[in-house]
């Protein structure tokens, strides 16, 4: 069987220049076509097969003219005439076959570069809410030299949807007394705070940096006398880690409390024996209980 390349070729080679001049077309027998339409028609389906052409009862009308040294081929608005004084039919079904199936299925065209893929939507950030509590411990500057240690605790809840959460909760620290401490002060406090915190999470491993207001209530004494109460407002920076990844994760963290106008205290018959506490800074160990 002659390659399709060669019956290319043929097609092209064959066919008359716009400035030649057709011979008049001799007279042969109707009944006689060379080629026989039945005959491309198969040759077509060789070339390109059955599953891409149309299905018969659609395909579009096949002409083919048989001028005796020449055959002219119509189909689909298209036509071809090819010199062929041999009058070789099966030559001539194999180039008509080439040209009807240039004709129906023109041959793809390089595709062109697709464009590059759009990068996958982020899922929406979920709504996270969790607990926190943990133990503290820390120390309170009560005066300029006073300094003691505190223990207490805090819990809070976290709500938030990507790296931004809001914070709120409550927390208590108690001081204990140092012996050298003038007026042998002791501190009880009762906070609430609110704020935001900024985080980041990885696989194993979450770490955040708070930012709050925190209003409390303060209370000190001497040893063995009443106690002054005071409202004490100031703010917080603080940082935590969680570790792991599930509902229960150990925590632990860091704050630094900050009271920008420290009261003086007055103790009957001393006088002024100190200042409420203006820098609190401690560390806690806990755990975060994710709620949703």
């Known amino acids: 069987m002659v390659g399709l390349p060669a019956l290319l070729c043929a097609l092209f080679v064959a066919t008359p220049g716009p400035g030649s001049a057709a011979p008049p077309p001799p007279v042969v027998d109707a009944a006689v076509r060379c080629p026989d339409a039945d005959v491309v028609w198969a040759s077509v389906t060789a070339l390109v097969g059955a599953a ?8 579009p009308a096949l002409q083919i003219d048989d001028l005796g040294a020449r055959y002219r081929v119509a189909i689909a608005g298209r036509a071809r005439e090819v010199a062929d004084e041999t009058r070789d039919c099966g030559r001539r079904a ?17 595709a062109p570069d697709a464009p590059p893929p759009a990068p996958a939507p982020r899922p929406p950030a979920r709504l996270a809410v969790r607990l926190e509590a943990a133990p503290s411990l820390g120390a309170s500057l009560l005066a300029a030299q006073d300094r003691a240690a505190l223990a207490g605790g805090l819990a809070r809840v976290a709500l938030g949807a990507g790296r931004l959460a809001a914070l709120a909760g409550v927390g208590a620290s108690f001081g204990a007394q140092e012996d050298d401490a003038p007026g042998h002060l002791r501190e009880r406090r009762f906070s609430v705070d609110a704020g935001a ?17 925190v209003a409390a209530w303060l209370e000190v004494a001497p040893s ?19 570790l792991g990844h599930g509902r229960f994760m150990p925590i632990l963290g ?17 006088g002024v024996v100190g200042h409420t506490s203006w820098l609190r800074a401690g560390g806690f160990v806990g755990v975060a209980v994710h709620l949703q």
Request: hydrophobic share 45%; aromatic share 6%; glycine share 14%.
């Open 94 to 110: 194999q180039v008509a076959a080439v040209f009807v199936a240039l004709t129906l299925v023109p041959p793809e065209g390089p």
């Open 224 to 242: 063995g006398g009443p106690s002054k109460g005071a409202v004490d407002l100031g703010g917080r920076l603080g940082g935590i880690l969680a």
């Open 52 to 59: 891409r052409l149309p299905p018969v009862d659609k395909r």
């Open 197 to 213: 915190r900024l985080g980041w999470r990885g696989p194993r491993l979450e770490a955040g940096l708070d930012l709050e207001a």
């Open 254 to 270: 860091f704050s630094i409390d900050i009271s920008p106008l420290p009261r003086a205290l007055a103790f009957e018959p001393d």
